[in-house]
Each structure stands twice: as structure tokens, then as C-alpha cells.
């Protein structure tokens, strides 16, 4: 997955209904307030070229006004009318941006973690981190929460920013338009790897987006040869299961650190840090605190055999 070639830092970039809407109210805007800067301007340099004192200047005041209700009043009404045209139109674009929930279900919750994001499909019972998956051309009702501090979750093409509130989960509509991979990243600092709290989000079909479902609600088949084997067990023994998701294992139910039920059909790790291989994970697992200085997985010590066998064994859930 090349996340360097994706859309990723530009706004005009519209892959979605609500960004659509959004970019044309900026237009808009733009136009607007670029018409005043002109006029502004021009004013100001026709006055100074104007009215500068002449080579001849005898020191005599110029004519004294003070006040005059017409101008007032005109100086006032303009930008007055111009805030109030904004200020309806902004609230036309909030409105059709995110129309109400009513009693609709979230189609995703979001929920911000220290450093990383986890994507639940509660209409599936799907849980995944890191990697948003959404079907095009459908209105997702996104729900976003938070486990710990204050994040903002924003896919730049998408063009809307929601914080992520502890105790308070805010709603955002996301309707894909184009198929394809966005990135983004958490918008409101977060501690010490808030700039490594990226986001993937793909739009697929909906034939794609189902079968996504599928396989991420199936059960994963972990392989069954020495190092796999091995590996399991040192997962389930060490404190990996305090903190990690396997579903049908029996031991590893813990919802603190990622789910890794299908982290084999993740592209990446570590929130879009390492491209996503036994190699890298093995040295994830044995110090992620090299790549994220101060997150909560810790160190746990394990020799290059232990820590590439636990990375076998988790890249065989497929
Ligand atoms: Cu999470 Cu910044």
C-alpha cells in the first residue's frame, strides 16, 4: 500500500457528499472575502497615492469632518449583509452536512485511543483497528468516542473533523462518492504520538465492502506448524491476553490494545507506521516502544525466536 501517493493533505480532494458541500461553501467564501480584499486594497492605495502630502504643502490643515450618517450607515449594512448571507449559509451546509440522527444505529463507532484507532461495525459484530473500511455511494452514520483523552478524527477528503470526547460520543455522516484509499490523521493533541495516530479509511463496493465483512466476521484459522504453535502459546501466556482480542480464543478477550482477530489482513501496524510483515512485527512486538516511545504496550522482553514466533503465529490470522 503506497500511503505516500494517496490523497492525503488536500482539502479540494472531494471524496465525499459532505466534503462536496463543504469545498463549495469554502469557494464561496474564498470568493467573497478575496472581492473585499481587493476592494480593500485598492482603496487603500488609491488614498495613499492620492492624498499624500504635495511638494508644495504650506502646513495648513486639511478640511475637518467628523461624522456622517450615510457613510455609517452604508459601512455598517455591507459587511453586516455579508456575515449574515455566511452565516445563513453556513448553517444551510452544517445542516445538510449532518442532518439529525433520529433513532438510526451507527453504521461504524470510532474510538480514539493513545495512539491508535479502533472500528467497530456493530451491525456486524466486526471489530478492527487502524484500517476504516466503507462501502461507496452509502450515507455511514459514523459514531465517534474516545477511551482515553480528547482526539479529532479526520479523513482529509472527507472533509469533516469530530472530536473524539471521553464520556461523550459525538456523530458524523460520511457518504463516499469515490472509491479508493484516504488518509487522514488525528486532529487535536493527544500526547506524545498524537503525530502518529494516522488514518486509513477505504472506500470500496458494496460487493467488496460485504465480502470484507465476511471474512473479517469468519473465524480466524491460525496455522497450525511449530512456530505458529509456539507462538500461540506465548501469546496466551504472556501478558499479551491482558490487552489484546482473538476471537474464539479462549483466553485473549481483552479490549484495551487493538483487536488482532484478522491483523494478518491489516496493511499496516502500529496505526499506518510499518508496512505490515512478519519482520516488522516481530520487532514491534519485541520494543514497540522503539517506534512509539511512550505508548502502553510494553517491552516485553522476549528473545528474536519468542517475538518472531508470536509475529508467525498473528500473521496467520487471516
Ligand atoms: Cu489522538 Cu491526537
Same mark, same amino acid.
Given at each position: 500500500?503506497?500511503?505516500?501517493?494517496?490523497?492525503?493533505?488536500?482539502?479540494?480532494?472531494?471524496?465525499?457528499?459532505?466534503?462536496?458541500?463543504?469545498?463549495?461553501?469554502h469557494w464561496f467564501t474564498l470568493v467573497i472575502c478575496a472581492a473585499i480584499g481587493f476592494v480593500v486594497a485598492g482603496l487603500l492605495i488609491t488614498v495613499i497615492a492620492k492624498f499624500r502630502t504635495p511638494e508644495n504643502d504650506d502646513g495648513t490643515e486639511p478640511k475637518q469632518t467628523s461624522g456622517n450618517v450615510r457613510l455609517e450607515i452604508i459601512w455598517t449594512s455591507i459587511p453586516l449583509l455579508i456575515v449574515t448571507v455566511l452565516g445563513v449559509l453556513t448553517a444551510v451546509v452544517m445542516i445538510t452536512v449532518n442532518p439529525p440522527v433520529g433513532t438510526k444505529k451507527p453504521d461504524v463507532i470510532v474510538v480514539g485511543h493513545q495512539w491508535?484507532?479502533?472500528?467497530?461495525?456493530?451491525?456486524?459484530?466486526?471489530?478492527?483497528?487502524?484500517?476504516?473500511?466503507?462501502?461507496?455511494?452509502?450515507?455511514?452514520?459514523?459514531?465517534?468516542?474516545?477511551?482515553?483523552?480528547?482526539?479529532?478524527?479526520?479523513?482529509?477528503?472527507?472533509?469533516?473533523?469530530?472530536?473524539?470526547?471521553?464520556?461523550?460520543?459525538?456523530?458524523?455522516?460520511?457518504?463516499?462518492?469515490?472509491?479508493?484509499?484516504?488518509?487522514?490523521?488525528?486532529?487535536?493533541?493527544?500526547?506524545?504520538?498524537?503525530?502518529?495516530?494516522?488514518?486509513?479509511?477505504?472506500?470500496?463496493?458494496?460487493?467488496?465492502?460485504?465480502?470484507?465483512?465476511?471474512? #473479517?466476521?469468519?473465524?480466524? @484459522?491460525?496455522?497450525?506448524? =511449530?512456530? !505458529?504453535?509456539? &507462538?500461540?502459546? /506465548?501469546?496466551?501466556? %504472556?501478558?499479551?491476553? #491482558?490487552?489484546?482480542?482473538? @476471537?474464539?480464543?479462549?483466553? =485473549?478477550? !481483552?479490549?484495551? &490494545?487493538?483487536? /488482532?482477530?484478522?491483523? %494478518?489482513?491489516?496493511?499496516?501496524?502500529?496505526?499506518?507506521?510499518?508496512?505490515?510483515?512478519?519482520?516488522?512485527?516481530?520487532?514491534?512486538?519485541?520494543?514497540?516502544?522503539?517506534?512509539?516511545?511512550?505508548?502502553?504496550?510494553?517491552?516485553?522482553?522476549?528473545?528474536?525466536?519468542?517475538?518472531?514466533?508470536?509475529?508467525?503465529?498473528?500473521?496467520?490470522?487471516?
Amino acid at each position: 500500500m503506497d500511503l505516500k501517493n494517496a490523497a492525503f493533505t488536500n482539502i479540494f480532494n472531494i471524496a465525499s457528499a459532505q466534503n462536496k458541500t463543504l469545498v463549495d461553501l469554502h469557494w464561496f467564501t474564498l470568493v467573497i472575502c478575496a472581492a473585499i480584499g481587493f476592494v480593500v486594497a485598492g482603496l487603500l492605495i488609491t488614498v495613499i497615492a492620492k492624498f499624500r502630502t504635495p511638494e508644495n504643502d504650506d502646513g495648513t490643515e486639511p478640511k475637518q469632518t467628523s461624522g456622517n450618517v450615510r457613510l455609517e450607515i452604508i459601512w455598517t449594512s455591507i459587511p453586516l449583509l455579508i456575515v449574515t448571507v455566511l452565516g445563513v449559509l453556513t448553517a444551510v451546509v452544517m445542516i445538510t452536512v449532518n442532518p439529525p440522527v433520529g433513532t438510526k444505529k451507527p453504521d461504524v463507532i470510532v474510538v480514539g485511543h493513545q495512539w491508535w484507532w479502533e472500528y467497530q461495525y456493530p451491525k456486524f459484530a466486526v471489530t478492527t483497528a487502524n484500517e476504516l473500511f466503507l462501502p461507496v455511494g452509502q450515507n455511514s452514520l459514523i459514531e465517534v468516542r474516545s477511551a482515553d483523552v480528547v482526539h479529532a478524527f479526520w479523513v482529509v477528503a472527507f472533509g469533516q473533523k469530530m472530536d473524539a470526547i471521553p464520556g461523550h460520543p459525538t456523530n458524523m455522516w460520511i457518504h463516499p462518492t469515490k472509491k479508493g484509499l484516504f488518509l487522514g490523521t488525528c486532529s487535536e493533541y493527544c500526547g506524545a504520538q498524537h503525530g502518529l495516530m494516522r488514518i486509513i479509511a477505504k472506500v470500496v463496493s458494496q460487493e467488496e465492502f460485504d465480502a470484507w465483512i465476511k471474512a #473479517q466476521s469468519a473465524m480466524p @484459522a491460525a496455522s497450525d506448524d =511449530a512456530a !505458529a504453535a509456539h &507462538g500461540k502459546e /506465548l501469546f496466551n501466556s %504472556a501478558t499479551c491476553v #491482558q490487552c489484546h482480542r482473538i @476471537a474464539g480464543d479462549a483466553v =485473549a478477550q !481483552a479490549r484495551i &490494545g487493538p483487536d /488482532l482477530t484478522h491483523i %494478518a489482513q491489516r496493511k499496516t501496524l502500529g496505526a499506518g507506521l510499518l508496512e505490515n510483515t512478519t519482520d516488522n512485527l516481530a520487532k514491534w512486538i519485541q520494543n514497540p516502544q522503539q517506534f512509539k516511545p511512550g505508548m502502553y504496550m510494553p517491552n516485553m522482553r522476549l528473545t528474536d525466536k519468542e517475538a518472531h514466533d508470536v509475529a508467525v503465529y498473528l500473521e496467520s490470522l487471516k
